[in-house]
């Protein structure tokens, strides 16, 4: 890509997160410090790391670490209007400084959590709050970026925490075991009992991850490493969501570059692309010439940004079983879903402006990724 068009996505990048830092209080004096949301904080975090990268400005920098003390003293605790206060480990205050997640961390939604004696109202159950699994992944991801910024391995010891409190998500132990898609705060009960399509797939990377960050934590690690790997066995990943799409090609990537360096299990990297490109290769069959009004900024936004990892990745990984005409066309789908969510008109929508945040963050990250897209994977370091 010329550099002319890098610099020009990387002020447009920069304009939305400096936005959304406002909107959020990452600048000193302004906004709400407790307007957090997991899944759009982990890609701000990335997005802060990006930008770095590009400008070499020190700000962005700070402005990441921020965003992590923000996110654990909020998230890390019960929603405001709940009537459990403080930290939802349980620590004190001292001890959480240094353990912040290790009791999980909240979604971030505006209602609390459903009570134990209400009933499940499926539309209500998306504004309420909780604990999602493939939000906490999306944490660790960050978390574990942050851990290649830094020589403080504080941040891949709070990851690896982390994860060990999903381990609630798995049941039925590890001869059949299943998981839960949304739980409460405290990861006591779930709150909607079905799997997520790509939880386990997440759960699996992660898991790896953290294995190749901790090779000594094998055996604290073992159960969920292989109750992953059952779950993935039984599942394929074709899916005609274009968020989920670009999240199958981020996980493929990652699954081809940590099987190059000798996974503790198979990841099955070529059969996962493979799906991955069939299910993209599907939804560009479909007319995306629907209005703003019809459409979400951040689902297409996944996608694009899904395509350009893929992108950025492929030479320096060696992929040959995409020509590089199909990555043009695929580069033009990106093109397009950028271009019409950077114009003026489209962000008049309701869609956009009813999920603001989401959608300047997934858009700012999109455009991020064309230069910097190994800032999105969080492969950590090597112990």
């Keep these: 890509m010329k550099t002319e068009v890098i610099e020009i996505k990387t002020k447009e990048a920069e304009e939305l997160i400096r936005k959304f830092a406002?909107?959020?209080?990452l600048v000193q004096g302004k906004g709400d410090p407790g307007q957090r949301y997991l899944w759009t904080d982990a890609f701000a975090l990335n997005c802060l790391f990006g930008l770095f990268h590009i400008t070499g400005s020190n700000q962005y920098h700070e402005k990441a670490y921020q965003l992590i003390e923000l996110v654990h003293e909020h998230?890390?605790?019960?929603?405001?209007d709940d009537k459990r206060k403080g930290w939802i480990s349980g620590l004190t205050d001292e001890k959480a400084e240094f353990h912040p997640t290790v009791g999980g961390l909240r979604i971030g939604k505006r209602l609390p959590e459903r009570k134990e004696d209400e009933a499940l109202d499926q539309r209500l159950e998306w504004e309420r709050d909780g604990q999602y699994f493939h939000y906490l992944t999306k944490w660790i991801n960050g978390l574990l970026q942050a851990d290649t910024e830094t020589e403080n391995d504080q941040y891949a010891r709070w990851a690896a925490e982390l994860l060990a409190a999903t381990s609630a998500f798995i049941v039925n132990g590890t001869q059949d075991?299943?998981?839960?898609?949304?739980?409460?705060t405290g990861l006591s009960r779930p709150l909607v009992s079905g799997m997520g399509?790509?939880?386990?797939?997440?759960g699996l990377i992660c898991t790896v991850n953290i294995l190749r960050r901790f090779p000594d934590r094998t055996s604290q690690f073992n159960?969920?490493?292989r109750s992953f790997e059952s779950i993935c066995s039984q599942q394929t990943w074709t899916t005609s969501d274009p968020l989920a799409i670009g999240g199958l090609l981020t996980d493929s990537i990652r699954a081809i570059i940590l099987e190059k360096e000798d996974a503790p299990?198979?990841?099955n990297a070529e059969s996962l692309l493979q799906e991955s490109i069939n299910s993209l290769n599907d939804y560009q069959k479909q007319d995306l010439k629907a209005g703003a009004g019809q459409r979400l900024a951040f689902r297409e936004c996944g996608l694009s940004l899904g395509i350009r990892i893929l992108k950025g990745m492929k030479e320096k990984l060696g992929i040959q079983s995409i020509s590089n005409a199909q990555m043009q066309c695929y580069e033009l789908l990106a093109n397009e879903i950028e271009n019409f969510?950077?114009?003026?008109?489209n962000q008049k929508s309701p869609t956009w402006k009813e999920h603001l945040d989401i959608n300047s963050v997934s858009l700012a990250a999109s455009l991020i990724a064309c230069s910097h897209p190994e800032v999105f994977l969080g492969i950590p370091k090597r112990a």
């Design 341 to 345: 969510w950077l114009d003026p008109e």
């Design 197 to 202: 399509a790509h939880d386990p797939l997440e």
């Design 223 to 225: 159960y969920m490493l």
């Design 265 to 267: 299990v198979d990841l």
């Design 75 to 80: 998230l890390g605790k019960y929603h405001p």
């Design 177 to 184: 075991p299943k998981m839960y898609w949304k739980m409460d």
């Design 22 to 25: 406002e909107r959020t209080a």
